[in-house]
């Protein structure tokens, strides 16, 4: 298994572009969130779903969006970026609500 | 809200030494998760803890849960220096949903 993977690794964009992240898991998890990490602010949960077709929004939704058309997938999308959304974007999965999540290795984003 | 905090945010200690890291939560919560994040890497999960009382041991590491006092700890038995990394609690924001908030973090640095 590949577990959580993410791409792209590292992406810079300028201000205004928008893009998606993309995440997928081969554990056929139901759930699965996305999370930026900020220096000194833990991680923060942006939108999570608990399976196909079901997404809600996190504690920090605004300036993205979900979909969860299929149990692997899960990409992110920033609509119009913004330097305040520079951080490290983490995707993860887990079996249910009681076990621990599995996070992908992570994407750096930069917003100049 | 729920609010996660850990203690000490960051901790410098000698190899051989014992410390303990606190987390502590302020709503209701029957589970708390630990993970660990090496500089520059993702999160890997180190403990689940599902109930009151719960006690789980991995080599140098023992966390347990006291869910009336809303407390956790991540005990470390004669630290070696592969533990340096930081540290994470989280916590569900619902009893049965998947929704995380994490703490800060704490940053340990074991020194020779």
């Known amino acids: 298994n590949a577990g959580v993977t993410q791409t792209p690794k590292f992406q810079v964009l300028k201000t205004g572009q928008s893009m998606t992240l993309q995440c997928a898991q081969d554990?056929?998890?139901?759930?699965m969130s996305w999370y930026r990490q900020d220096p000194g602010m833990g991680l923060r949960l942006i939108h999570y779903?608990?399976?196909?077709?079901?997404?809600d929004q996190g504690e920090v939704p605004n300036g993205y969006n979900v979909s969860r058309s299929t149990t692997e997938d899960f990409p992110l999308r920033l609509l119009s970026a913004a330097p305040s959304q520079t951080s490290v974007y983490f995707c993860?999965?887990?079996?249910?609500?009681?076990?621990?999540?599995?996070f992908g290795p992570g994407t750096r984003l930069t917003v100049l | 809200e729920l609010k996660v905090e850990q203690n000490p945010l960051f901790l410098s200690m000698q190899e051989g030494k014992n410390y303990t890291i606190y987390c502590n939560y302020s709503?209701?919560?029957?589970?708390l998760y630990w993970y660990r994040q090496d500089p520059g890497k993702s999160l890997e999960s180190l403990f689940v803890?599902?109930?009151?009382?719960a006690v789980k041991q991995e080599g140098r590491l023992m966390a347990s849960l006291d869910t009336k006092a809303r407390l956790s700890t991540l005990h470390i038995t004669a630290a070696v220096h592969d533990l340096s990394a930081t540290y994470f609690c989280?916590?569900?924001?619902?009893?049965?949903?998947?929704?995380?908030?994490f703490g800060e973090g704490t940053q340990l640095t074991v020194n020779p």
């Open positions: 993860a999965s887990s079996l249910d609500h009681y076990n621990e999540q599995f």
């Open positions: 989280a916590v569900p924001k619902e009893t049965s949903g998947s929704r995380l908030t």
């Open positions: 803890l599902l109930s009151n009382g």
């Open positions: 554990m056929n998890h139901e759930y």
């Open positions: 779903s608990v399976g196909a077709g079901i997404t």
């Open positions: 709503t209701t919560s029957d589970r």
